[in-house]
């Protein structure tokens, strides 16, 4: 979109104050920069979605189908008998508002539907109506209301407006999760055609080639192999990146970001070179060439649909278990839903770091190990020769990731990587991190151009934290280890804290690696590499030269 | 308009009740059938409840982590926050009920100049909806003493530490006016936080005055000259619960507001969000382990969906994959 861009002045000023006294009154506002466009009908029709057509939010007839309620009432039946979640949270919600304020897009629009509680009634308000007894006697005094297309806008608004980052769920004394329902809600927009591009897109794309950026096989390898030049000309070493190599012992699987967008690039090459240096026999597969899952976005068959590969994948190739990059939503969907949908997968084996021998007992029946607790343990049984001050030209800091944090409590496993490798660490306040931690505000599929102003207003909180740490300790990196994240937090450092930039934590790791027989004047992104000069005293003599032409 | 609606329905309630006991039927219909009317609608409805809530399958494990996870030995994990195991989740849920874990992490978000977004801490809810619910069980406790005779030994210990501080005469319970400053802090922030105004409904409000009519009708009956005869509400407590109901003649209007405050409360409860009561414990993202990949969740239902299988993959790219000189599990030309 080439309009014009809001400005930061103008999205700080955020008005808390409700409008009027009746959410149900207010009319819903389809205002650009604030919502994603319409699903590509030819994608939608490959992946067999129902009520394909063409259309645009901005339309005013959404032309739905014509049983279109009839469609969402027996969808929302269907899954409250499916789902108890959705059941009891519809039940028990005592609109306590501890969760209100707790939203980064109610913190950074000042909305109130985007309180996670108005969110939740947008659609608790239908069921009321035709599920319970009070709803159905008293109608609007018990919250209830008709379900009509305004409804329908509104919902695709409002949730499309929550990244399913989980934080209300924290907050919140029985643990209600707007993201599930969120996730429902979705489901049943989808039932009925409303789907949004950004998320239908590389769907389709995933199931198609096995990744969400459509990269067909040849040009996964051309990706891969084009790495491992590069991180040659940086470090002179050439490693081994083997794809689709039966027998390996490893299945490494990333987002795909990784190998095609940056700053996930350099994380790339920090996988490369850790492989390489611990001797790893792993492979890559063009397959399952895609961690990340944006399945999870449209609704859990989609889910199961395209996570299905990964363990396809393992059990073809015959490894023995699977290694997972860096990234967020995809290990929502592998640790909290994967063994579920696709196991179990008695074909691998319990995995063992075969360069410590460390069993991870913690992952023995999914069998999948993420690549910080891998790195973590590595460094922890002193495999890893880490220069920490070869990361010396940055201060950082780390966002955790909302599906790490919230999904899986994957804390300590990041820091411990980030202090062997930096000697520069400084934390947000701790109202944003770990497991408050704050979304970057484009999560869950919705980070597109054309919603850019909702980004930045739902990134807000994220990025004054990150400013904070920037004005309190000179910090200028914000690492994180998700492919979402790395993705949409430059833009938005860009946008709120434009002297901060955005690095994966084996770029970290990469950097501060010594490796054998290596010949390094710049770090991965191909800048100087601080502290050469002193970092040679344990290395060969070779190095020692290339360190002094610097 | 809301709070003003419960408000009005909650008078009506009253008026009605302190109008009909001047008759015979009228303290027949709330003194004994009534309550037990609630009583049963209460029971049933809660068990209907929770057994409807248990008939949806909860498909997957999908517990919100506030806390390290249970990962590399050397890792200390949280097993409060993120239950590795039973206990862990046990403990979760006792902190959770008992003590309200999850609001005590309450923070109140203030956007100050610059911009600067700060989080204060906002125990004030927290400490409220505690003294709240705490004091609601203990006054329920000490009320066994209409109930059951003798009277449990527990139950006159609760009730001697309530009045702990013997001021006033008949002394005081503290609980008293723990619950009265509870409800009336929970009203105030409903009525005057603008956010909380918005999103209540008059649902909301209702609970608030009937408890509320409950608790001062009952403070009526023990602090002012309205003073209930305590033996005629023992007689008709305990008649009450051995199933041989009697209403002495000497329980006034009062007492019936009281009782009829509680019945209103019994019958409301199934219909509306006080089931949070039963339901706080049938919470997937609280009452499960967060020990996903240790042991695998079965999802009754889960659907047998459509997948893009390697063969049918390899065989819409095996030209390029060839070329590309990749690993085929099937080479057309060599065959
Ligand atoms: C973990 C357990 C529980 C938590 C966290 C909890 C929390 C809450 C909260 C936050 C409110 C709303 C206060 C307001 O904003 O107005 C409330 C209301 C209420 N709760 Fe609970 N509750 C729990 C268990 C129970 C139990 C076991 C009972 C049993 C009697 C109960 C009875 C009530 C009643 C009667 C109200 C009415 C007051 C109102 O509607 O505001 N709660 N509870
Ligand atoms: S914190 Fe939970 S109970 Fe309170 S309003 Fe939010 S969703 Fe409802
Ligand atoms: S899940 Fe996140 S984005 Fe969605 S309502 Fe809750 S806090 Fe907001």
Not at chain 1, 8 to 34: C, F, H
Not at chain 1, 45 to 62: A, E, F, G, N, S
Not at chain 1, 479 to 486: G, P, Q, Y
Not at chain 2, 56 to 73: D, M, N
């Amino acid at each position: 979109m080439a309009e014009s861009k809001p400005k930061p002045e103008i999205l700080a000023k955020v008005d808390y104050q409700p409008p009027g006294d009746d959410w149900m009154e207010l009319p819903v506002e389809i205002r650009p920069g604030t919502f994603n466009y319409a699903a590509n009908p030819a994608n939608a029709k490959y992946l067999d979605l129902p009520h394909v057509r063409k259309w645009q939010p901005t339309d005013d007839d959404w032309q739905l189908p014509e049983n279109w309620q009839e469609i969402i009432l027996e969808g929302l039946h269907d899954r409250l008998k499916k789902y108890r979640s959705l059941k009891v949270f519809m039940d028990i919600c005592v609109r306590c508002g501890a969760c209100a304020d707790k939203c980064h897009f109610f913190l950074g629009s000042g909305d109130p539907k985007n309180m996670p509680v108005l969110r939740a009634e947008l659609l608790r308000s239908v069921y009321r109506r035709d599920f319970t007894t009070a709803g159905k006697i008293l109608g609007k005094l018990a919250g209830a209301r008709p379900l009509t297309p305004e409804i329908i806008k509104e919902w695709f608004l409002y949730f499309y407006q929550c990244t399913e980052c989980r934080r209300c769920s924290v907050f919140c004394p029985y643990g209600i999760d707007t993201a599930e329902i969120t996730m429902m809600g979705r489901e049943l927009l989808n039932s009925i055609g409303l789907g949004i591009d950004w998320i239908t897109t590389p769907a389709a794309n995933c199931f198609r080639t096995g990744n969400h950026l459509g990269i067909q096989p040849h040009g996964f390898k051309d990706s891969i192999d084009f790495a491992v030049e590069e991180l040659e000309e940086i470090t002179g070493i050439k490693v081994d990146a083997p794809i689709n190599k039966k027998g390996a012992e490893i299945l490494f699987v990333s987002p795909s970001a990784d190998y095609f967008a940056s700053p996930h690039y350099y994380t790339l090459l920090g996988y490369l070179a850790l492989f390489h240096e611990i001797g790893l026999d792993y492979t890559w597969s063009a397959y399952a060439s895609e961690g990340g899952n944006f399945g999870l976005f449209h609704s859990a068959d989609m889910m199961k649909r395209l996570n299905a590969k990964i363990y396809a994948e393992a059990k073809r190739l015959g490894v023995k278990w699977i290694l997972g990059g860096e990234c967020g939503h995809m290990w929502r969907v592998l640790h909290q839903y994967m063994d579920t949908m696709n196991g179990p997968a008695d074909f691998l084996d319990q995995p063992v770091s075969p360069i410590t021998g460390t069993r991870f007992d913690h992952a023995s029946s999914t069998k999948m190990v993420h690549i910080c607790e891998f790195t973590a343990d590595l460094i922890a049984n002193g495999k890893l020769k880490l220069d920490k001050r070869r990361n010396d030209n940055v201060n950082v800091t780390f966002h955790d990731s909302c599906n790490p944090a919230r999904a899986m409590g994957l804390f300590d496993e990041p820091r411990y990587c980030i202090e062997h490798a930096c000697n520069h660490f400084n934390e947000m306040p701790e109202n944003t991190i770990k497991e408050q931690t704050f979304c970057c505000g484009s999560g869950s599929g919705i980070g597109t151009d054309e919603n850019f102003e909702m980004r930045m207003r739902g990134g807000f909180p994220r990025a004054n934290a990150v400013k904070y740490v920037h004005d309190k300790h000179g910090v200028n990196m914000l690492a994180c280890i998700c492919a979402i994240d790395k993705a949409t937090l430059p833009p938005l450092m860009e946008f709120w804290v434009p002297e901060v930039d955005v690095c994966g934590i084996h770029e970290l790791i990469g950097n501060a690696m010594i490796m054998k027989g290596e010949k390094r004047t710049t770090d991965l992104r191909g800048e100087p590499l601080p502290g050469m000069e002193e970092s040679d005293a344990d290395e060969s003599g070779e190095v020692k030269e290339v360190s002094e032409d610097v | 308009m809301r709070a003003l609606f419960s408000l009005f329905a909650v008078a009506v309630i009253i008026v009605v009740v302190v109008l009909a006991v001047t008759t015979d039927a009228g303290r027949l219909f709330f003194g004994t059938i009534l309550p037990y009317a609630a009583i049963a609608i209460f029971l049933v409805g809660m068990v209907y409840r929770v057994i409807d809530w248990a008939r949806s399958p909860v498909p997957f494990k999908i517990t919100t982590t506030s806390g390290q996870q249970r990962s590399l030995p050397w890792i200390r994990n949280s097993n409060l926050e993120s239950p590795r195991n039973k206990w862990g989740v046990l403990g979760r849920m006792l902190l959770e009920v008992l003590f309200f874990r999850s609001l005590f992490r309450n923070t109140k978000a203030d956007l100050k100049d610059g911009p600067r977004l700060v989080y204060g801490d906002a125990k004030w809810l927290w400490l409220a909806g505690l003294i709240f619910h705490w004091s609601f069980l203990i006054i329920f406790i000490r009320h066994f003493k209409f109930f059951v005779e003798p009277v449990p030994g527990w139950v006159m210990m609760i009730q001697n530490l309530d009045g702990f501080f013997q001021v006033g005469l008949p002394i005081f319970y503290i609980t008293d006016g723990l619950i009265l400053a509870a409800l009336t802090f929970l009203f105030l922030r409903r009525v005057l936080i603008p956010q909380m105004r918005y999103i209540s409904l008059a649902g909301d409000y209702f609970p608030l005055f009937v408890i509320g009519g409950l608790v001062i009708s009952g403070m009526i009956m023990r602090y002012t000259p309205l003073r209930v005869d305590i033996t005629d509400a023992k007689l008709m407590g305990v008649g009450l619960v051995t199933l041989d109901p009697v209403l002495p003649e000497g329980l006034g209007a009062i007492f019936f507001v009281h009782l009829t405050m509680l019945t209103v409360l019994l019958l409301y409860f199934p219909f509306s969000k006080l089931t949070h009561m039963a339901g706080v414990f049938m919470s997937p993202t609280r009452n499960q382990a967060n020990d996903n990949r240790v042991r695998r969740h079965i999802n009754p239902w889960n659907p047998e969906v459509k997948v893009h299988t390697y063969e049918e993959w390899e065989d819409e790219f095996r030209e390029v994959m060839k070329a590309a000189d990749m690993p085929l599990e099937k080479d057309t030309e060599s065959k």
